[in-house]
């Protein structure tokens, strides 16, 4: 019976000690991937702790509800637009181009248009900008985006895997630069070998 309690205590200690070490080395990662997020990325806030989402639903195209629940297993770039706002339309092109470069198992870049955004501006807005990796997603009451606090205009949440966000936007970035792409690329880590090309 000894032997059996030395050994749950030894594996829990082992467990305990893993546990440790994988934390100092995903505390380290996220280190690296913040340094990162310096000049034409220096607008991306970090959480000092990784934050719940908001469970508030928002709308497909076809009408479906999703929510961000939707995306849990992947890295998620979700961004709120609109068509009356110059800077979100400014930005959308890059959005598009960043998910044609690594979206895939791993990745998605998810806009979400928020207020009164009508279905056939949307879809010419698209067209004419050649938009074909980004979703069309709605939140016609801004519900959803109230309640993730995108006070304003293009804002912009970084949510990983566990469903967590681990940063956010205030503001445009040029989502495709090489910086960002390198940032991305980091932040995804070990996964960017699964993300298609």
Known sequence: M????????YAALAGGAIAAANDSVHAAASQDVKALA?????????HDEPQAVTAVGFASEDGAEVTLENYRGKYVLVNFWALWCAPCREEMP??????AQLG?????????ATGRNALPAIHKFFDEHAIED???LLDPKMAMARDAGALGLPMSLLIDPTGK??????????????????FFKAWIGDD?????N
């Open 165 to 182: 966000e681990v940063a956010r936007v205030a503001g445009e970035l040029v989502w495709d630069s090489p910086e960002a792409i390198a």
């Open 38 to 46: 310096v000049d034409t990325l220096a607008k991306i806030r970090f």
């Open 192 to 196: 960017v070998e699964n993300v298609s």
């Open 2 to 9: 000894q032997i059996v309690r030395t050994f749950v205590l």
């Open 94 to 99: 890059a959005l598009n181009a960043l998910d």
């Open 134 to 136: 980004l979703p069309i």
């Open 104 to 112: 895939g198992d791993s990745f998605e870049v998810v806009t979400i």
